[in-house]
């Protein structure tokens, strides 16, 4: 290789760490020729290879394809093909979505998984693998690897940290593998390609005029040079291949055989190099191997057993562009007609066709639809564009367009999904038809932001739909609308349930509380969470995993809304820990952010911190770009109460405007503020009921107390609905700053100290009674709400409220006020993941159990424990637990 030492260098280094036992990915990108494959080639040569200082690994390889794109999981295959045995190895739920993407069971046999299951599945099987031997993963072209795939293994390659695994990606593409650490080979420099030319055999005057035409591209060098080899050089002559490497291969094709470039078209178009599908088809067109001998020749294409590899993909592209379009038409029938595999021989008759054809258009959305059922949202759509494009009647255009946009949407494109339902628009006569379009528009306007007319939509349109779409409809209808803030939307979509005689529990409530009807709002959201309780114990594996998840999904954002912290913890809890054991990943991100929230009410900063940044890495991984902006507002609502404004602000770049309006109006009050607070609860409390306490505090303090009794009789109507020991204090807390009143205050803190639960409610409520009493001239009755205020702020490092506490304690003449810091929390020493880590260690939960709770390998694990003992300052688990048991009675 000339001119790649730094390249080299850098690859050698990944191999060694993988060998070490540190595991690490490089994504290979440029253009074609640079040489991104002849790099993959030394890392598997030197990977493969022995030494005394240097162990060999095992290498799994996988090429894309052009022809397999949208052939679900093909790459996948590819790559575990020679280690499939082991698959059965696995934990259950790891070796049930392997055999279900890879087509040796069907998800009614084995279970339903999609692409990010089998990322987790696969990092999995590879950290498995590297218990015995390090590995290596070479992928070339990964601008054609079908997209499930792709998804996969990017997933694997984020969570890669101690297995010993090294994954290594060649693409041209732009985007694929964004993120990851990239090598990016640059054009060889004039020194190195004279040498490549010198050994090719082009004499020395020559040199320039090639490198300047193929600007110092590898694969151009050599092409040219071999063009030019025994040409004298007039000056004037131009290159036959002066442009593009492509014209060279294709000026090679021209030259041989009318039977031989025929062969080469049937390899081309049948696109995976497998010999017995190649020669049926030959044999159908007339041809045998015999007639590819010229190519061979040449070095254009190379057969070995069962296969047959082309120098560079750019011979296959010059092979097939360059065939008359009846030739390769008449080619892909040939493959439809001899292929045994039903995905390959749709793929060819669709390529076969020009005209419409309604049997080719169904038989690509049946496989359309088996790769949906993958959740290979990106394959699944280009299936449904292609039969649509193939299909004669309009409704039939328009039901399949539709359906491409609905993958599109859930493979993260929304800008896509929209103009494909415009496009589908145009072809949708029936009313039925139009309003399925509208669920797919509402679901990409809320993607963008937008819940108010997302909502809209559906409430127009479910009347056009029978009753079991209408209730999906108008369910989701009144979820978007709750998150609007739009109370007349949230009660039409529960009215139009109960006509429909389909009366929903959950958006009955909504309704209420939307209404200010807490009294009868309430107590639905609490039967709904008594229920699903009851559900989950008398019969936890009855349901369906959709019908389990829908309700915990719903029980789950009920409590939240109840504010009944501890329901919200057992069941976050709770699915979670079902989310994980089935391999739900990308139902994971939201039922994270509601144990998040939960968290930082019950004080858990630093857990809500290490729980959202995962459910954040998940969302961005999977693209949910929603939930990956409520995931930033809930970490910065924990910055605000810390008053980091420029964390929070950074956090908030990508939330919507409630989250956003709520976490900044928190932030201001903390920061004294009060006006620009008052203005933004009053923005967001129509719709987010706690936010009316915090407008009663921003209110009074900002000297406009009759902003505050419209919000703080909403606010008692919901505490005293929802009977909740810490709304209620909050409620006589709000009471007492208006009436100016203590015995209000003596009532918030005995319910606050009798009933425990949200410390910093709790501490607010103090100081605010210790700066009444400091008020009244009864200082030394102050020092100890203030002082107790004072601890639970420093615990949540609630910087703002602390210097507000201890001012108030220097007024009241407490001379050691700045001195009353508590003991640091140990575990803020830790990361996010090796806090995780740490609780779950600490709490008996094996290496392996913790690894398939958090998506990690064993291994990975344990790298996490031996980097977090030297900071606690322990050596095992035992101490670790001890430890962690003593910071609890500590913080209690």
């Known amino acids: 290789m000339y001119g790649r030492d730094a390249e080299l260098a850098e690859i050698d280094r990944l191999l060694a760490d993988a060998r070490d036992g540190r595991s690490g990915v490089l994504v290979v990108r440029g253009e074609a020729g640079i040489g991104k494959s002849t790099l993959l080639q030394h890392a598997a040569r030197a990977a493969e290879s022995a030494a005394e200082d240097a162990a060999g690994m095992l290498v799994l390889r996988a090429t894309g394809v052009e022809a397999e794109k949208d052939i679900p999981f093909a790459g996948l295959h590819q790559l575990l093909w020679p280690v499939q045995e082991r698959i059965g190895a696995l934990p259950d739920v790891h070796a049930h979505t392997l055999h279900t993407v890879l087509g040796v069971c069907t998800p009614r046999e084995c279970g339903p998984a999609d692409r990010f299951a089998a990322g987790l599945a696969l990092l999995t099987l590879l950290a498995d693998l590297a218990e015995k031997q390090p590995v290596l993963c070479l992928v070339d072209d990964l601008q054609w690897i079908d997209r499930g795939t792709t998804d996969a293994l990017l997933f694997t390659a984020r969570r890669l940290t101690a297995e010993g695994v090294a994954m290594l990606f060649a693409t041209r593409d732009e985007t694929d593998g964004s993120g990851l650490p990239e090598l990016r080979p640059r054009r060889l420099a004039r020194a190195d390609a004279s040498r490549l030319l010198r050994d090719q055999g082009l004499p020395a005057a020559l040199h320039d005029r090639v490198y300047q035409e193929s600007a110092g591209n590898p694969l151009a060098l050599i092409e040219f040079a071999a063009a030019r080899r025994g040409r004298p050089d007039t000056g004037v002559d131009p290159l036959p291949v002066a442009d593009r490497v492509l014209a060279s291969f294709r000026t090679q094709i021209a030259g041989l055989p009318e039977r031989t470039r025929l062969m080469l078209l ?131 255009r328009a039901r399949r367009l539709r359906q491409a946009a609905s993958a599109v949407l859930r493979a993260g494109h929304a800008e896509a999904a929209l103009a494909l339902t415009a496009e589908a628009k145009r072809s949708a ?64 979509a529960a009215e139009r349930l109960r006509a429909l005689g389909r009366p929903d529990k959950a958006v009955d409530g909504l309704a209420r509380i939307a209404a200010g009807d807490h009294a009868t709002g309430l107590p639905l959201l609490a039967e709904l969470v008594a229920e699903t309780r009851a559900a989950d114990a008398a019969s936890p594996g009855a349901d369906t995993v959709a019908t389990v998840v829908d309700r915990r999904v719903q029980a789950v954002y009920a409590s939240l809304i109840l504010g009944d912290d501890d329901a919200t913890l057992e069941l976050a809890a709770a699915h979670t820990a079902y989310c994980r054991g089935n391999g739900l990943v990308g139902a994971l991100p939201d039922v994270l952010r509601a144990q998040a929230q939960a968290q930082i009410a019950a004080g ?72 620009d607070a008052v203005r933004r609860f009053e923005e967001v409390a129509h719709h987010l009921v706690p936010a009316d306490a915090d407008l009663v505090e921003a209110a009074v303090r900002a000297g406009t107390p009759d902003r505050a009794r419209e919000p703080l009789k909403r606010f008692e109507r919901w505490a005293d609905a929802g009977g909740q020991p810490w709304a209620l204090a909050v409620a006589a807390r709000c009471r007492a700053l208006l009436d100016d009143s203590e015995d ?37 009755d102050a020092r100890a709400p203030l002082r107790s ?52 260690a600490a709490d008996g939960v094996s290496s392996r159990e913790i690894a398939s709770q958090l998506f990690l390998s064993p291994r990975t694990v344990e790298y996490h424990l031996y980097k977090a003992y030297p900071k606690l300052g322990v050596s095992s688990r035992r101490e670790l637990s001890r430890l962690l048991a003593d910071q609890g009675r500590a913080a209690s």
């Not at 528009?441 to 409430?459: F, I």
């Not at 079991?468 to 609308?481: C, I, P, S, V």
């Open 266 to 396: 049937i390899a081309a178009a049948e696109g995976r190099g497998h010999m017995p599908a190649l020669l049926r088809a030959a044999e159908l067109l007339g041809v045998t191997l015999d007639d590819l001998a010229p190519a061979e020749q040449a070095g254009l294409v190379e057969v070995s057993g069962s296969s047959l590899d082309f120098r560079h993909p750019l011979v296959r592209s010059a092979a097939y562009q360059d065939a008359p379009s009846a030739q390769r038409m008449q080619v892909h029938q040939a493959l439809a007609d001899s292929a045994d595999d039903p995905g390959c021989r749709v793929r060819h008759r669709a390529s076969a066709v020009v005209t419409p054809d309604e049997h080719v258009a169904a038989a690509l959305e049946e496989q359309a639809a088996k790769a949906q059922g993958l959740a290979d949202y990106d394959t699944a759509a280009a299936l449904y564009r292609r039969a649509a494009r193939l299909t004669p009647g309009l409704p039939g």
């Open 429 to 492: 006569p029936d009313p039925a038809e139009r309003a399925r379009l509208a669920a797919v528009r509402a679901a990409v306007e809320y993607e963008r932001g937008d819940p108010h007319t997302a909502s809209q939509l559906l409430l127009d349109h479910a009347a056009d739909v029978e009753p079991d779409e209408a209730e999906a409809m108008l369910r989701t209808a009144a979820a978007h609308a709750w998150t609007a803030g739009q109370v007349a939307l949230v009660q039409n």
């Open 604 to 675: 858990r900063h630093r857990d809500a911190e290490s729980t959202a940044a995962e459910a954040l890495a998940l969302a961005r991984d999977i693209g949910m770009r929603q939930v990956a902006g409520r995931l930033a507002a809930t970490l910065a609502r924990v910055a605000a109460i810390e008053g980091d404004e420029q964390r929070v602000r950074d956090l908030l770049a990508d939330a919507s405007p409630s989250d956003a309006g709520y976490v900044l109006g928190l932030l201001d009050l903390g920061l004294g503020r009060h006006a």
């Open 744 to 780: 209000h205050y003596r009532e918030a803190v005995r319910l606050h100290t009798e009933h425990g639960g949200r410390p910093f409610e709790r501490a607010r409520t103090q100081l605010l009674y210790g700066e009444w009493l400091r008020r009244s001239r009864r200082r030394s």
């Open 789 to 840: 205020a004072l601890e639970t702020f420093e615990r949540l490092r609630a910087t703002p409220w602390v210097e507000r506490a201890r001012a108030e304690l220097r007024a009241t003449g407490e001379t050691g006020a700045a001195a009353l810091a508590t003991a640091p929390d140990l575990l803020d020493r830790l990361t996010p993941q090796e806090r995780q880590v740490v609780r779950l």
